[in-house]
């Protein structure tokens, strides 16, 4: 991969992308529960709760959400999980097998199309989530256009954080040269 704008700056937060849509059951009776889907979450809630208390459940559930997915996975299972999720929020294809890997050529991922294989270096798992989600992404885009063309870049673009994420690689590579 390569870095090729220049970030447009940073910003503390990044607004919400997302959706949020309760399913209430009469059959649940105290389980809540969420899950995330091609940018949607559905919180599935006991019917007949108040409105306050819906507000309240929506808001908790969105912050574990958060919190599951600010985990670096350490595994490449947890790895390959997290890249499948990625490719159905952001339509892309599904890797066969994507794992860390330390002898890296090109400094942050790589993939090889004829296995739908990708590798990310070990590097990035120190950086923050949402840097390592777009070189997730970026990879599993190669898997629809391997260079970097601008339907490439179009398609990267799905990723809301692309350009800062990219911004963030360009500075840790400069920091590392200087
Ligand atoms: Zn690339």
């Known amino acids: ?8 700056g940073f910003s503390a937060t990044e607004p919400a ?9 009469a059959r649940r009776r105290r389980t809540i529960s969420a899950e995330e889907r091609d940018g949607v979450v559905r919180v599935l809630m006991p019917a007949g709760m108040s409105r306050a208390e ?4 929506v808001t908790e559930m969105l912050g574990r959400l958060d919190r599951r997915r600010d985990r670096v996975p350490r595994s490449d299972d947890a790895l390959l999980a997290r890249a499948e999720s990625l490719a159905r929020r952001h339509r892309l294809p599904q ?29 990035l798992a120190e950086c923050p989530t949402w840097v390592l ?16 063309s601008p339907r490439f870049w179009e398609i990267v673009n799905r990723y809301p954080r692309a350009e800062r994420a990219r911004g963030f690689l360009m500075a840790k590579e400069l920091d590392a040269a200087s």
């Open 1 to 8: 991969m390569t870095a090729e704008t220049i970030p447009e």
């Open 17 to 25: 992308e997302r959706r949020v849509e309760i399913v209430r059951s």
């Open 54 to 57: 819906e507000d309240r459940w």
């Open 95 to 123: 890797p066969a097998s994507i794992r860390w890997a330390d002898n890296q050529r090109s400094r942050w991922g790589s993939c090889t199309i004829d296995d739908r294989s990708v590798r990310l270096s070990t590097a």
């Open 133 to 148: 989600d777009y070189v997730i992404v970026h990879e599993l885009a190669h898997l629809l256009e391997p260079g970097h």
